[in-house]
């Protein structure tokens, strides 16, 4: 069974500009979230997808949005780039039940210069 | 709202020591508890969960956590350390139907030969 599998896994980008990253969950899983780590704030929700709608948003700003597709894959984009912004994104998926396991990507490392 | 503090931002252990990684949280509800493990470079992996049950939850690589409702603890053990067993362990909550899931910072784990 396939994983969670994130594109690109690095991503090089330019203060103002915007990205789009990518993620496709496990076959079956209908939820997606993402998530923001950094080393000075940790682990941050950015939002959570079911069933193409967004059921759960975390404290960012406007830039940062999301979407889910009728196959269950995600993007995230990231307007206006600062350089705090530069992070780790990762992706999960999982069955839409609260307590369930949630199956994380690798990542996208975005290093905003 | 949710909140977990994990006691310790690093903590060292000989090989073929105890491992024991504190983790309290908040939470307004009855919540779900995990452990999650990450590797450099890599998503989080899941080493076990709380839901319902059993206040004692065996994990994969011989982990173990004990869920004590009177203490809103949930602390990680392992009774004798490996070297693979360096890495970064997060511990986090979600509450029913809250569809996210909320970290600690995180304890960094090194094993000394």
């Not at chain 1, 950094?38 to 967004?54: D, K, M, V």
């Not at chain 1, 995600?74 to 307007?79: A, D, G, T």
């Not at chain 2, 105890?18 to 009855?30: A, D």
Request: net charge positive; aromatic share 12%.
């Amino acid at each position: 069974k396939a994983g969670v599998t994130q594109t690109p896994r690095y991503l090089i980008k330019t203060r103002g500009q915007q990205v789009t990253l990518s993620c496709s969950p496990i076959s079956g899983h209908r939820s997606v979230s993402w998530y923001q780590q950094t080393p000075g704030q940790g682990l941050q929700f950015l939002f959570e997808y079911f069933s193409e709608t967004q059921r759960n948003k975390g404290n960012f700003p406007g830039r940062f949005s999301g979407r889910q597709f009728s196959n269950s894959r995600s993007e995230m984009n990231v307007s206006t780039l600062e350089l705090g912004d530069s992070a780790l994104y990762l992706c999960a998926s999982s069955l839409p039940l609260g307590g369930t396991e949630a199956f994380f990507g690798q990542g996208t490392r975005l290093t905003v210069v | 709202a949710q909140s977990v503090t994990q006691l310790g931002s690093h903590v060292s252990v000989s090989e073929g020591a105890l491992v024991l990684l504190r983790c309290n949280y908040s939470s307004s509800v009855p919540p779900y508890l995990f452990w999650y493990v990450q590797y450099p470079n890599q998503g989080l992996q899941l080493l076990l969960k709380y839901t319902t049950g059993a206040t004692l939850v065996k994990g994969i690589n011989g982990f173990e956590a004990e869920f004590k409702k009177s203490e809103t603890s949930f602390h990680l053990t392992k009774p004798s350390a490996h070297m693979s067993d360096a890495a970064e362990y997060f511990c986090a909550v979600s509450e029913t139907n809250d569809y996210k899931l909320s970290f600690g910072a995180g304890t960094t784990v090194t094993v000394r030969a």
